[in-house]
């Protein structure tokens, strides 16, 4: 699907996807990797141009998209996974009227499994958009902050995208790795340890319905999370056999 050279200036600019012209081309090559939508340029002096860099990992992509001069898309899509939003820079209008959220550049906004999906970019807007599979992070939720299987997480939708140098870090060190190890043979260990990785970033970074329970306000009330609870009542029935 490439038709020219991607700029070394570009995330991802060894795993070029798309680089096209033709706006139905792009809509229906870019739906396979994301979920099927709709897409309508936006009017704009000069012609139409849709960029998609993208690297598959075990249990996620990575991607780097731009359109210009830009585009409006829309799915109403039951999902099983995660839209990560990364702005780089321009702006783009993330969700559906009138709760939508303008993200700036630097701003980071998560899109969760069944969530109506729709967004507007403007013509100088380049995004990282990472996809993570719903079973991968709650698999990471239960196994490294003992959170509960049977209530998922969902990311809260704020207005404005989350600000977080942190996780802003994570994303672009996978990005470095997904494009290397698209190149090479690593394996899926290291996959999996990236998948990993910023699973555990976005639970640690970004506020969510088990935030208070991990990251209480106070702990001066000397009440003990939930969590800490459970520890404490297994430790208690297996106070006489050894523990790790």
Known sequence: ?????????????????????????????????????????????????????????????????????????????????FLIYYVLNGTCDLGAEPSSRILHSGDIAVINPTEPFALRTSD???????????????????????LPADEPIRFEASIAGARDTSLASVIDLICREADRIGHGDTGQRTEHMLAELFSVA???????????ALHPPS??????????????????????????
């Open 124 to 146: 100088d807007c380049g995004q990282i958009v990472i996809k993570l599979e719903s079973k991968v992070l709650s698999e990471i939720a239960v196994r490294r902050f003992s």
């Open 202 to 212: 976005l639970i640690e970074y970004l506020p969510h319905n088990y935030s208070d």
């Open 219 to 244: 702990q001066e009330s000397g009440i003990a999370p939930w969590y800490v609870k459970r520890v404490e009542e297994f430790i208690e029935l297996h106070a006489g056999a050894p523990l790790n």
């Open 1 to 81: 699907m490439t038709s020219t050279q991607a700029s070394p200036t570009y995330p991802l600019a060894g795993s070029v996807f798309l680089d096209t012209g033709d706006a139905e081309v792009a809509r229906r090559e870019m739906s396979k990797i994301l979920a099927p939508h709709a897409m309508i340029p936006a009017p704009g002096p000069g012609p139409f141009h849709a960029r998609h860099h993208h690297a598959r990992l075990a249990g996620m992509s990575v991607n780097y998209i731009q359109y210009r001069p830009g585009a409006t898309i829309s799915a109403d899509l039951s999902r099983r996974f």
